[in-house]
């Protein structure tokens, strides 16, 4: 539910384009007013400034992914089905890096304070995420064009997508007997790794301890994530896209209408 903003916002972006494209008469002399001139500044601001944020986020996992592996060392944890590696850093990370070819980074701070169990649940929880493959959908969601990237909703939006998909990580610990208390007692006893005010460069999306407050998180593992086991109720992501790329030719003729008007009518 928080990528529907963004991703209707570029599917509407996309729209307009078609919709000029297609309809629009060549070699017209038509012009545009100062306000749908500003209008339209402000939407290529919008339309490049995602893409653009986007990459510059993706470099900076990249050199801090970099800067985690120079000193990395292969380890072999229990149940782990991706590459893992320890990593000297002050920064308790825990997360999963990489795109194409995912990696398990570890700092051996955590490796050296977690008992078994629990890194066992931490590694469930990070498989989890290679599994949705959340590292390239943070990357696509980033990228596409959002009015409400500037202002504080639009943070909130991305705030609240970041917990939710560390809710679904969580429960995906919670499937084993005592995942859920084994990944609470790992997600505070890696918070208090964390020295006061030191942060990494740039966090990936799929970490398990991102700074700031875990309360709400290990009161809910310790109720037993409930929801954990709830059958999903999510349509598939395909008839998602199917369903608004219908509605989209839909609307390319009524788009392209209500743009000529707005040309007509406006200053």
């Known amino acids: 539910q928080t990528c529907a903003l963004p991703i209707s916002a570029g599917l509407a972006a996309a729209l307009t384009i078609v919709a000029l494209y297609r309809f629009e008469p060549r070699g017209g002399e038509e012009s545009a007013g100062i306000v749908l001139s500003v209008l339209g500044a402000l939407g290529c601001a919008i339309l490049w400034g995602s893409p653009l944020?986007?990459?510059r986020d993706y470099l900076a996992g990249r050199r801090a992914a970099a800067h985690w592996l120079a000193s990395?060392?292969?380890v072999s944890l229990a149940g782990d089905v991706l590459p893992a590696f320890a990593v000297d850093a002050d920064f308790p990370i825990v997360a999963v890096v990489g795109l194409s070819a995912p990696r398990l980074?570890?700092?051996?701070?955590?490796l050296d304070?977690?008992?078994p169990a629990e890194l066992a649940a931490i590694v469930a929880h990070e498989q989890w995420h290679c599994r949705r493959r959340d590292n390239a959908r943070r990357l696509l969601?980033?990228?596409?064009?959002d009015a409400l990237g500037w202002l504080r909703a639009g943070r909130e939006l991305t705030d609240g997508w970041r917990a939710a998909i560390e809710r679904d990580a969580d429960d995906a610990a919670c499937r084993t007997p005592g995942g859920h208390l084994d990944l609470a007692a790992a997600l505070i006893r890696v918070a208090r790794l964390a020295p006061a005010g030191a942060m990494p460069p740039a966090i990936p999306a799929s970490a398990l301890y991102q700074g700031g407050a875990i309360e709400a998180?290990?009161?809910r593992l310790v109720a037993g994530a409930s929801g954990a086991n709830a059958p999903s109720r999510r349509l598939h992501p395909a008839i998602t896209v199917a369903a608004?790329?219908?509605a989209g030719a839909l609307a390319v003729q009524p788009l392209y209408d209500v743009l000529e008007a707005a040309v007509e009518f406006l200053p």
């Open 113 to 115: 304070a977690c008992p």
């Open 105 to 110: 980074i570890v700092a051996q701070k955590v």
């Open 72 to 74: 990395a060392r292969p």
């Open 217 to 219: 998180r290990v009161r």
């Open 244 to 246: 608004m790329l219908a």
């Open 141 to 145: 969601l980033a990228a596409v064009p």
């Open 53 to 55: 944020a986007a990459v």
